[in-house]
């Protein structure tokens, strides 16, 4: 078995969809710069409420990828 090294950096996500779709296009959007991302965990999560309905979700979290 390998030891692993990793590093964790914090991401916002955004979405008018929902909490999931914020928090796949952080993903996604680092992956094109950040190699080897292998977890997630989710710090925050806020709405912005707009006539009593929510119309856009907002997601902090860290991403951890494994250092080469």
């Known amino acids: 078995m390998t030891d692993h090294v990793y590093r964790k ?13 914020a928090i796949q296009t952080a993903v996604t959007k680092a992956s094109k710069t950040v190699r080897n991302i292998e977890w997630i ?22 991403a951890g990828f494994r250092v080469d």
């Open 41 to 62: 965990e989710v710090d925050e999560i806020r709405g912005h409420v707009r006539e009593g309905k929510i119309a856009h979700y907002q997601v902090s979290l860290n």
């Open 9 to 21: 950096t914090a991401l916002v996500g955004s979405s008018a969809t929902s909490i999931e779709d």
